[in-house]
């Protein structure tokens, strides 16, 4: 038999307990904040004639192109890519993406059918993000986070079968549960709870945990209310259900399922949750529609010059051409720290450090087309994620076109940092196909009679990043230097605030590095 410790046991209790505690780790971190964003930013008295040149057509840049327009300045937005959007990017049938290295991937999706590489989801509380899309006619619609028909899947536990996270997740807080009513029971908590609390906490915890009136956690209809049923309710002579039988408590805990299940309660993934319909890039196309006519694309800066009379930037045509220049009053710089410590600046010691020091964390992702939506059909998933301990991390369902017929994408994997985004990395893109289609099949045996194309992203070898998103060496020392209006240049971007890899962190690092800049330009 396990022996859980007290410090494990409240480890666990949190886990299903409540997402506070884990909010609060993760915001030392600088992760899972709520937005600031109050509205629309205000830039009034633009001096007339002042030139502002944007380096970058991201959202972050494409932010700071839409507001300075508007507050009367001269904008220019140099673009190293054919589109805009940087990682807000949608990849369809039709598109062709070449990777680092060489390796080129025609996506053959069905018409209809995409995979989003970069940001896919939106939480309801990022409110910058949330806003633009209203401003901009971005139509929105739910995106499914959390499913209890998903599957858990580790490969050292029960032979490796799969597990529904609904089972997974009434037995963990069953069994904790009936741990804490036992203990609240025997005085073992009266040094924390008064009597009457007590009697309290005991009823919630039997309702919350679907207990019965002993205070147990096992077979039955509390349980089965819960966790599901051998046979589910119907009609007829056999309309009866019969509830199903809970997995032992000692096997919950040694099995370790419960650690997926807080992946679904940090704050950015609660829901609501959204996605723009057809696409993340819809987004990237709203802003677009308002500031494509600033934007110079096929743009690759060679060079960042500033002095006290203004900012010169050299580029040159991606598709051959002369090198050129550009010049500005001011430049807001929006080019990630991993290409912008490969270009010629002459930016302050400070600044430049920060952008010299910076990692780029290397996520992998990948779209998976198979020829009919068989987690609909044979599984009744909808929407949601499941989790495993494999390499690929997880299995995203699509949120949309439900119930149809003909050939649906999943997000076939997605790791985050560590080793196996490095081992992956490593690979061709036919080599991380074959792995995700062999580790996807553990958890859905028709993957490999289903398949039919796929496409796969990793984001170290993605020429205009080099990285999923910003890292920090040493926040405290680099922060304040890497966001300062440095004489003529502010930068800005997700690497830049403490909403690492969200657009919302992307938007409102560029609503304030505009409104610093422009406050400094109109004083004097």
């Not at 140099?78 to 080129?104: I, M, N, P, S």
């Not at 858990?152 to 807080?173: E, F, M």
């Not at 002579?237 to 807080?262: M, N, Q, T």
């Not at 930068?491 to 938007?507: D, F, K, N, T, V």
């Amino acid at each position: 038999m396990s022996t859980v410790t007290r410090r494990n046991l409240l480890g666990m209790i949190g886990t299903v307990a409540g997402s506070t505690a884990m909010y609060h780790a993760m915001a030392a971190m600088g992760h899972a904040q709520q937005s600031s964003y109050t509205g629309p930013i205000k830039l009034d008295g633009a001096p007339q004639g002042t030139k502002i040149l944007i380096l970058g057509a991201g959202l972050a840049g494409m932010t700071a192109a839409l507001e300075m327009r508007a507050a009367g300045y001269e904008v220019e937005v140099l673009e190293f890519r054919e589109k805009a959007g940087g990682r807000c990017w949608t990849l369809r049938g039709g598109d062709t993406y070449t990777e680092l290295g060489g390796a080129v991937q025609n996506v053959d999706f069905a018409e209809g059918n995409y995979i989003n590489p970069g940001p896919w989801r939106i939480p309801y509380h990022h409110h910058a993000v949330l806003d633009y899309c209203g401003r901009l006619g971005v139509q929105l619609e739910p995106f499914v986070q959390e499913n209890y028909q998903a599957y858990l899947h580790r490969s050292d536990v029960n032979g490796g079968a799969r597990q529904r996270v609904r089972d997974v997740k009434a037995d963990y807080r069953g069994h904790v549960s009936e741990l804490l009513s036992k203990a609240a029971e025997k005085g073992r908590l009266d040094d924390m709870v008064t009597e009457e609390d007590r009697e309290i906490l005991i009823e919630s915890l039997r309702d919350f945990g679907g207990l019965t009136d002993a205070g147990e956690y096992k077979r039955g209809a509390e349980s089965a209310e819960l966790r599901g049923y051998d046979r589910w309710a119907g009609a007829g002579a056999d309309g009866a259900p019969i509830p199903s039988d809970p997995v032992d408590r000692d096997e919950v805990l040694r099995s370790r399922y419960w650690e997926y299940l807080a992946a679904n309660q940090i704050t950015n993934h609660q829901a609501t949750m959204f996605q723009p319909v057809g696409g993340m890039d819809s987004i990237a196309r709203g802003f677009e529609r308002e500031v494509g006519d600033l934007i110079t694309y096929n743009a690759k800066v060679t060079a960042l010059q500033q002095d006290e009379n203004g900012v010169t930037v050299t580029w040159t045509p991606t598709e051959g051409g002369e090198q050129r220049t550009s010049t500005a009053d001011y430049c807001v710089c929006t080019i990630p720290f991993s290409i912008l410590s490969q270009i010629d600046h002459n930016l302050s010691s400070g600044i430049s450090n920060a952008i010299s020091e910076m990692p780029y964390n290397g996520s992998v992702k990948w779209g998976l087309e198979f020829k009919r939506r068989f987690w609909e059909q044979d599984d009744r998933i909808y929407g949601g994620v499941s989790f495993t301990d494999q390499a690929i991390g997880q299995i995203s369902y699509p949120s949309t076109g439900y119930l149809s017929d003909g050939p649906g994408v999943l997000l076939g994997g997605y790791t985050w940092r560590g080793p196996e985004s490095y081992k992956f990395n490593a690979m061709q893109p036919e080599e991380r196909i074959e792995w995700a289609l062999r580790m996807g099949e553990k958890i859905h045996p028709q993957y490999r009679d289903e398949y039919k194309t796929g496409v796969t992203v990793s984001w170290h070898k993605v020429p205009w990043v080099l990285g999923c998103s910003g890292l920090w060496n040493d926040r405290e020392r680099d922060y304040a230097d890497a966001i300062k209006v440095d004489n003529r240049v502010v930068c800005a971007g997700e690497h830049l605030s403490y909403l690492p890899a969200w657009q919302e962190g992307a938007i409102l690092s560029s609503l304030d590095a505009i409104g610093r800049l422009h406050s400094k330009i109109v004083q004097g």
